[in-house]
């Protein structure tokens, strides 16, 4: 029995705990190097000043939009062939990933060219000058070039994950962030290339892996592999992906344009804020690592017994990884809100004392409230496993458009809470957002593609 047939047994009948947690783990650590390609870049820019660190921050948002709207295809990718690998038929889980191959690549080559052309704008939009619209035109003018390589690496891990196979993504990414970390002090404090030498060494990162991942991809020994020349183009697959894919696409990127507008409010506060956010957001990302694992296995466990027609232990996924991910994180952030932890995290990536004392401000409130992530990321999971994106798309959407920028402006302009208006912001907005979504959940709108199919 080949790996790809053991974990499927696994997900649709063996331990559930042992199957969510044997794809959890390797996502937690992929997500973790993966976090680590702009964790590197943020702290050795930080030894250079504060104007590169406000630099990346304000920026960083736009590349995630690009980003997150095609991660939504490969999304779509990893739970519909998923749902093939479920129900046995082999023969459209290699159609689909064909079609996702195809998709993801030209919106790759489309959405780079595009935003490469109107860098400067969006930089000046932002409400960047100076020195700062000089250096977030440079990064990500570089940074948004290697999309094409990215989405190969998403597109692998997504068929490998829709089998059940979470490993193989992480060695991959382990590898290119090794390059990435060996590149970056190279590129900025021995060459002095500064911002650009951080946007390179990112980008030259993923080339190898993306090879990588091309050779992987188009191995035909492998159970699900991509052949371009058997590809036929099929209206109801493409329609499939368009109706779980482009509602999260749209609502992941449109939350991503809230971040961006969001740091706009930010920078009326000055570079410091700026970099303080940006530090806060970077670290708050790796506290929730759990939680988003989990919500991933609970796609995939979930994707695959929906495909064999076992919804009850969807729900049982969903239930038991909940519970582990709201007493993890909410252990880990009683520990991490203390003032002398988050000082003590902050201080590794910025000397400045104002932006110290402004990060580990943020960090704390963040910490504090991040069990709430578990709560939503689980939901959310099994929402988008059910092919249910419509959902997700709305509460994604609303948790930033609505919650978020109505929460900042009460903070803001009746409490007078200044930059601490921003923190509060996002704490409340996440909390409010996992209650609906968990309300959601209860109503039973999940079942509603499988309903419909």
Not at 66 to 91: C, H, P
Not at 132 to 147: A, E, P
Not at 159 to 177: E, K, S, Y
Request: glycine residues 6%; charged residues 10%; contains cysteine.
């Amino acid at each position: 029995m080949s790996k790809a047939a053991k974990n499927t047994e696994e997900i649709l009948s063996g331990s559930m705990i042992k199957a969510l947690l044997s794809l959890a783990i390797p996502i937690v650590v992929n997500n973790f190097i993966q976090t680590m390609y702009n964790l590197t870049d943020t702290y050795w820019l930080g030894k250079l000043g504060t104007n590169e660190m406000a630099s990346i921050s304000l920026v960083t948002p736009m590349q995630s939009i690009i980003i997150n709207f095609g991660s939504g295809i490969t999304l779509a990718g990893s739970i519909l062939i998923s749902q093939y690998v479920g129900a046995r038929d082999e023969k459209n889980a290699r159609a689909m990933a064909n079609h996702i191959f195809v998709c993801s690549m030209l919106l790759a080559l489309f959405s780079g060219i595009l935003c490469f052309l109107f860098t400067p704008s969006i930089v000046k939009w932002l409400g960047a000058d100076g020195t700062i619209h000089s250096m977030g035109t440079t990064y990500l003018r570089i940074v948004i070039t290697d999309l094409p390589f990215l989405f190969m690496i998403n597109i692998f891990s997504a068929v490998n994950q829709a089998q059940g196979n979470t490993v193989r993504p992480m060695q991959l990414n382990m590898f290119g962030v090794i390059i990435n970390m060996l590149l970056d002090p190279l590129f900025i404090m021995v060459f002095k290339w500064g911002i650009a030498g951080a946007a390179l060494a990112t980008m030259l990162a993923k080339v190898p892996c993306a090879i990588i991942a091309a050779v992987s991809l188009f191995n035909s020994k492998h159970s699900i592999s991509i052949n371009l020349r058997k590809f036929k183009f099929n209206t109801k697959m493409f329609n499939n992906i368009l109706s779980v894919g482009l509602p999260t696409a749209i609502g992941s990127s449109t939350m991503q344009f809230g971040f961006l507008l969001m740091t706009k409010n930010v920078l009326v506060y000055g570079n410091d804020a700026m970099a303080a956010y940006g530090i806060g957001n970077k670290i708050n990302s790796i506290i929730t690592m759990p939680a988003n694992a989990m919500g991933s296995s609970v796609a995939t466990i979930a994707g695959q017994n929906i495909g064999a027609n076992q919804p009850s232990r969807a729900i049982e996924a969903y239930r038991k990884s909940m519970l582990i991910a709201v007493i993890f994180l909410f252990t880990a952030g009683l520990i991490l809100s203390r003032p002398v932890v988050s000082t003590s995290i902050v201080k590794i990536f910025s000397s400045d004392d104002n932006v110290i004392h402004m990060a580990a401000d943020f960090l704390s409130i963040m910490a504090f409230w991040c069990f709430t992530n578990a709560v939503y990321n689980n939901t959310v999971g099994l929402f988008n496993g059910a092919g249910n994106t419509i959902v997700t798309m709305i509460v994604d959407a609303s948790r930033l458009w609505i919650f978020r920028f109505a929460t900042l402006f009460i903070f803001s302009h009746f409490f007078h809470m200044e930059e601490r208006s921003v923190w509060y912001s996002v704490v409340a907005s996440n909390g409010i957002s996992a209650l609906i979504i968990y309300i959601c959940y209860k109503l039973g709108w999940w079942k509603w593609r499988i309903h419909k199919e």
